[in-house]
């Protein structure tokens, strides 16, 4: 992902693409960016979907599936963002104090 003056540019199964967004909001852009190109290569792997409008549907669909399921299991999204919020306090926290972490 590249930075210019005018946006981001962000690159979609090789192709690239300028988007305008605000300056703090680049790095936020860029990653759905990157997760947005994940999934389109994973639906284009399959086989099953042929031409990038359509796995761009389908990609839209998959993250909007996932979206609603975690809004339903979770809550509205401002929960998850306040959970995650806790979740790296946690971890500040036991970086800082060199606590071993167990997984």
Avoid: W
């Avoid at 300056?23 to 960016?33: G, N």
Wanted: charge should be neutral; aromatic fraction near 4%; glycine fraction near 6%.
């Amino acid at each position: 992902m590249k930075k210019s003056p005018d946006g981001v540019k962000v690159s979609i199964l090789g192709r690239e693409f300028a988007v305008a967004c605000p300056d703090d909001q680049r790095d936020a852009l860029s990653q759905a960016a990157m997760h947005l190109d994940r999934k389109m290569r994973e639906i284009q792997k399959t086989g099953k979907v042929i031409g990038m409008e359509k796995c761009a549907i389908m990609a839209a669909l998959n993250i909007t599936h996932e979206l609603l399921s975690y809004q339903a299991k979770y809550g509205e999204t401002e929960k998850i963002g306040v959970a995650l919020s806790g979740i790296l306090k946690k971890l500040d926290f036991a970086m800082q104090e060199e606590a071993p972490i167990s997984i």
